[in-house]
C-alpha cells in the first residue's frame, strides 16, 4: 500500500460537539484530523465565541478559530428552543461521541447530561469538560485559562526570579484538550470490544496539575518551591541564554559529558573542561553566576550561526531563538513539507500538517466552517423537521 492509499483511523465515526473557545475544540479538531465527522453545534448570531477573538486571518476570521476548527461541519442552532434542542438530541443519538464544555450543570439542563444520554444511548461516548470538575468547591468558578494556571500552581513555577508569568499559549487549555483526545481514543477503543460506551469527565485543572509533576514531587519530598529560573534551570548550569556576536542562543549541558563537549570541543576551551571548580553539575549549580559570566565571554567570540553549527557538531544541545517569523519560515518544517493549504469562509490559508503522521495516509485537513454553513444539509440528513436557522 502507497502513502495516501491507507484508510484515516476514525473514518466511520461521528462526533458531535457543543463546544467554544479552545479545550473542546481542540480535541475534535484532532478527531476530524483522524477522520472523524465532526458536527459542531453552534449558537445563533455569533456562534462559538472564539469567532471574535480576533480578525487577523485576511483581515476577517479569528486565528484561534481557524487554528481549532477545521474539518468540521457548522450547525447553528436555538438550544433555547424546543426545536433546537430536539434538532440537536437527534444528531446525538446518531453518534458515536459527544463532547461538550459548556459551564457546568448547563448540558444537564438543557436535556443533554451524561447520564441521560448515556441511559438513551448506551453506546456513546460522553464527553464532558470543565474548568474544575464536576464537583468541589471550585466548581462553579469561572476557569479561563491564566486562572487555571494560576490555582494549578504553573504561574508561580513561570516567569523571573523577579516576576511571575502565565505561559504564552493557552496550556491548560491544551492540556484538557489532549487529554479529552486521549480519552475519546480510548473509549472507542473499549467500546470495539465490548459495545459499551462510557461518561468521561476532563478538568482543566486536573490537567495542568498532572502537567505540575516535577515541581510538585520536588515539593512533596525535597520540601521546597522550585525557583523560578526565566530561560535557566533550577538544577543545572550551564542551561540558558548566552550572547554572540549578534544576539543570543540557548545552550542546554545535561550531564557532565555534556560539559566536556561544550568547553573542549565546541568552544577550545580544554582548560574549562579540566578545572576542578567546573568538574560535575553540582559544582557548576554551585557556582551558577560565575560558570555563566564565564560561557558568556566565550559564546560573544562567535556569530550566532558559527556557534550554533559548532555546538551541533560537537553534540552539545542548543537552539537559535526564533521569533514567529522564523518558526513560519523554519527550515524543518519547509524541508519536511509540513505546510498545506486548507479552505475558509475568506479564501486559502496555510495550515500545518498534524503532528501525527501515519506513514500510509495523509491526515484530513478540511475547510475551516463559515458560521452555520452546514445546517440546513446536516438537518436534510437527519430527517429534523426544523426550519433551517440563520446563520447570522
Request: no cysteine; net charge negative; aromatic share 6%.
Amino acid at each position: 500500500m502507497t502513502p495516501d492509499e491507507g484508510l484515516l483511523p476514525l473514518e466511520g465515526v461521528t462526533v458531535v460537539a457543543l463546544e467554544q473557545a479552545v479545550a473542546a475544540p481542540l480535541a475534535t479538531r484532532h478527531l476530524a484530523d483522524l477522520g472523524a465527522r465532526v458536527i459542531k453545534v453552534e449558537r445563533v448570531g455569533d456562534g462559538d465565541f472564539a469567532r471574535q477573538y480576533d480578525a487577523a486571518v485576511r483581515g476577517a476570521v479569528a486565528s484561534h478559530f481557524v487554528w481549532l476548527n477545521r474539518g468540521k461541519e457548522s450547525v447553528a442552532l436555538d438550544l433555547k428552543t424546543e426545536s433546537g434542542r430536539t434538532a440537536i438530541q437527534t444528531l446525538i443519538a446518531g453518534a458515536d461521541v459527544f463532547v461538550q464544555n459548556l459551564a457546568p450543570g448547563a448540558a444537564a439542563r438543557l436535556g443533554l447530561g451524561a447520564d441521560d444520554l448515556r441511559a438513551e444511548h448506551p453506546g456513546l461516548v460522553v464527553v464532558d469538560m470543565s474548568g474544575y470538575g464536576d464537583a468541589g468547591p471550585y466548581r462553579d468558578r469561572k476557569a479561563y485559562d491564566m486562572l487555571v494556571q494560576a490555582e494549578a500552581g504553573l504561574i508561580s513555577v513561570t516567569g523571573t526570579p523577579d516576576e511571575m508569568s502565565k505561559t504564552g499559549i493557552p496550556s491548560s487549555d491544551i492540556a484538557a484538550g489532549m487529554y479529552a483526545l486521549t480519552s475519546v481514543l480510548s473509549a472507542l477503543f473499549r467500546r470495539a470490544t465490548t459495545g459499551v460506551g462510557a461518561r468521561v469527565s476532563v478538568a482543566m485543572f486536573d490537567a495542568t496539575v498532572e502537567w505540575m509533576g516535577h515541581p510538585m514531587y520536588m515539593r512533596l519530598y525535597g520540601g521546597r518551591q522550585i525557583a523560578r529560573a526565566g530561560l535557566g534551570h533550577a538544577a543545572i548550569v550551564p542551561y540558558d541564554k548566552y550572547p554572540t556576536q549578534d544576539g543570543d542562543i540557548l545552550i542546554g549541558v545535561q550531564n557532565d559529558r555534556g560539559w566536556d563537549a561544550l568547553t573542549r570541543v565546541a568552544l577550545d576551551r580544554p582548560d574549562l573542561a579540566d578545572d576542578p571548580r567546573y568538574r560535575t553539575n553540582i559544582d557548576r549549580v554551585a557556582r551558577r553566576a560565575e560558570v555563566d559570566a564565564v560561557i558568556g565571554a566565550e559564546t560573544k567570540r562567535f556569530t550566532t550561526d558559527e556557534l550554533d553549527r559548532r555546538l551541533a557538531d560537537a553534540g552539545v544541545p542548543a537552539a537559535e531563538i526564533r521569533d514567529l517569523e522564523g518558526v513560519v519560515d523554519h527550515p524543518q518544517l519547509s524541508e519536511r513539507d509540513r505546510w498545506r493549504e486548507v479552505d475558509t469562509e475568506v479564501g486559502p490559508v496555510r495550515a500545518l500538517l498534524p503532528p501525527l503522521t501515519f506513514d500510509d495516509v495523509e491526515l484530513a485537513m478540511g475547510p475551516v466552517p463559515a458560521l452555520g454553513q452546514h445546517t440546513e444539509a446536516v438537518l436534510r440528513e437527519f430527517g429534523i423537521d426544523v426550519p433551517p436557522t440563520p446563520s447570522a
